[in-house]
Nanobody, 119 residues
């Protein structure tokens, strides 16, 4: 059973960098054809895909967030990390990490972590 767990600060000040880590258990982030996603949901809005890192280490980002987003990984810890720069209150959301396989949607999700951007 694959499990994902997000971790990171719940409060970030405007203009700072939001950094979250997803720890994966029950499966390797280097497994062929697996993609590891960051997705968020602002209050009262729908889910927004932010970007992903593939089993190969290649990354793909939402065009809307690309200039501010970086996703990296630590294969020794089976973790992948999101960094979102220059945050504003509009970045307040529940942030999820999730696994995708091939071209299908995400099948395993973390429980989500609330991040609030406020001074």
């Amino acid at each position: 059973q694959v499990q994902l767990q997000e971790s990171g600060p719940g409060l970030v000040k405007p203009s700072q960098t939001l950094s979250l880590t997803c720890t994966v258990s029950g499966g390797s982030i280097t497994t062929n054809n697996h993609y590891w996603n960051w997705i968020r949901q602002p209050p009262g809005k729908g889910l927004e895909w932010m970007g992903s890192i593939a089993y190969s280490g290649s990354t793909n980002y939402s065009p809307r967030l690309k200039s501010r987003t970086s996703i990296s990984r630590d294969t020794s810890k089976n973790q992948f990390t999101l960094q979102l720069n220059s945050v504003t209150p509009e970045d307040t959301a529940v942030y999820y990490c999730a696994r995708g396989v091939g071209g299908a949607g995400s099948d395993y999700w973390g429980q989500g972590t609330q991040v609030t951007v406020s001074s």
